[in-house]
């Protein structure tokens, strides 16, 4: 029984160790994450320099991603491997960028990695005890990273079927740049309609984003104010 208790208590303990540290970094995350939202568009002119930068920064949402799981050794390997093998990729796309499987194959590890840092930031988000600085910085930085999700699933769908995406404004095959603008404004729902899903997967994509973009609010939302308010009645 001793044992036990010592267990879950060690548990325990670790638990708040690994929310805390989430706690004092989640602000970073939302920097670079806005970074590569306002910063994406240095990228259009086809200058190396300006991709490497980015790639630089994106990079930097990697180590990121090490750096506030750095106490929960299993996730630190996951993201390690996970940011080695993205590296791979960019590495064989700087000298192939017309490969098939090296664009979808680099697309899905994009993926999986969104998906990992949205799953520990969510995790903080809707565990912690009350509403505080970092709370909402992380808050805001999953709003950014849901729109970053789907930007390599856009990628992937053009890719297999080209045409999926039409931009009416350029007239131009859809590449990643106009497909980081296309994610943010359909996760908001705000629908210009100068980037169009024109095939029924394509369209299917963009709905269900639109869809999570509208339930994620809410759902935060309905989070914030029921810690407030318990916080609140706490203090009382």
Do not use: C
């Amino acid at each position: 029984m001793y044992h036990n208790a010592s267990t879950n208590g060690t548990i325990l303990v670790m638990k708040l160790h690994h929310k805390d540290s989430i706690q004092r970094r989640a602000k970073y995350v939302l920097i670079i994450i806005v970074l590569l939202n306002v910063l994406y568009p240095i990228t259009s002119n086809g200058s190396v320099i300006s991709l490497i930068f980015f790639e630089v920064l994106y990079a930097g949402l990697f180590a990121v991603a090490i750096f506030i799981t750095s106490d929960n050794r299993r996730q630190v390997t996951w993201f390690i491997s996970i940011a080695v093998i993205w590296l791979v990729m960019a590495v064989i796309f700087a000298f192939d960028p017309t490969n098939y499987w090296n664009n979808q194959i680099s697309s899905v590890i994009l993926v999986v990695f969104h998906v990992t840092i949205l799953w520990v930031m969510l995790r903080y988000i809707f565990t912690s005890p009350s509403v505080t600085a970092d709370v909402l910085y992380a808050s805001a930085a999953v709003y950014f990273l849901l729109s970053y999700m789907f930007v390599p699933i856009y990628e992937m769908v053009e890719i297999y079927h080209p045409g999926s995406f039409v931009d009416t404004t350029l007239g131009a095959p859809m590449h990643w740049q106009q497909f980081v603008y296309f994610s943010l404004i359909t996760l908001s729902t705000t629908g210009y309609g100068d980037v169009l899903p024109v095939t029924p997967w394509a369209r299917m994509l963009a709905g269900i984003e639109a869809a999570i973009g509208v339930l994620y609010v809410a759902i935060l939302v309905a989070r914030l104010v029921s810690l407030y308010e318990s916080q609140r009645r706490g203090e009382k």
